[in-house]
């Protein structure tokens, strides 16, 4: 079965954070996102995760998705679960 793209954002955003964020403010043309509002990063975030997820190896992006593919298979793990 094929992993949700959800899945594999979540996951992304967990492991590539700061590549993420480096990403967003390259594509919103902003110094940091605190010169940006919410709803420009919530509308942006997708656009980001899939810059950065096309900069990665093979190795890497095969791992994300194993960790995905887990977290829909187990559940997430306590520490990343809603509270």
Do not use: W
């Not at 079965?1 to 480096?22: G, S």
């Amino acid at each position: 079965m094929k992993t949700p793209k959800l899945e594999i954002a979540a996951v992304m955003l967990e492991i590539h954070k700061d590549a993420i964020d480096n990403a967003l403010t390259d594509i919103l043309g902003v110094e940091s996102l605190a010169d940006a509002r919410p709803r420009q990063i919530f509308e942006q975030r997708n656009a980001a995760i899939k810059r950065v997820k096309n900069t990665l190896t093979d190795l890497e992006k095969k791992r994300v998705n194993e960790i995905a593919e887990e977290r829909r298979e187990r559940g997430n793990p306590a520490e990343k679960q809603r509270q």
